[in-house]
């Protein structure tokens, strides 16, 4: 069974930082494109960033370019969601999700939410003004 582990998320003040962790197996983070998204209530989940099985791509959600950032740790088998600049719009519940693929696809990033098969338990995130 996948495990998907999110941790980092809390109160943060606008303008502030905080650095979301998702930990998974080593299987997983080695043979899996991952991606964040983050929900608020009574809204679909939404994409905000996704890393490539390979670790040498990432893309981002307009609303976040330039102020988030997607990182991983192979020692540690965790992606990492860098947050800068939060604004009270990016409070949410941020998920971690995996969806495996072999090589061959690498460098593809994915985007929606229904390309992942599995997904972590979420973490908050609170932004206030």
């Known amino acids: 069974q996948v495990q998907l582990v999110e941790s980092g998320g809390g109160l943060v003040q606008a303008g502030g930082s905080l650095r979301l962790s998702c930990t998974s197996s080593?299987?997983?983070?080695?043979?899996?494109?991952m991606g964040w998204f983050r929900q608020t209530p009574g809204k679909e989940r939404e994409f905000v960033g996704a890393?490539?099985?390979?670790?040498?791509?990432?893309d981002y959600a307009d609303s976040v370019k330039g102020r988030f950032t997607i990182s991983g740790d192979k020692a540690k088998n965790t992606i990492y969601l860098q947050m800068n600049s939060l604004k009270p719009e990016d409070t949410a519940d941020y998920y971690c999700?995996?969806?495996?693929?072999?090589?061959?696809?690498?460098?593809?990033?994915?985007?929606?939410?229904?390309?992942?098969?599995?997904w972590g338990q979420g973490t908050r995130v609170t932004v206030s003004s």
């Open positions: 890393i490539s099985r390979s670790g040498g791509s990432t």
């Open positions: 999700a995996a969806v495996y693929v072999t090589s061959l696809f690498g460098s593809t990033l994915f985007s929606r939410e229904a390309q992942y098969d599995y």
């Open positions: 080593a299987r997983t983070f080695n043979t899996a494109a």
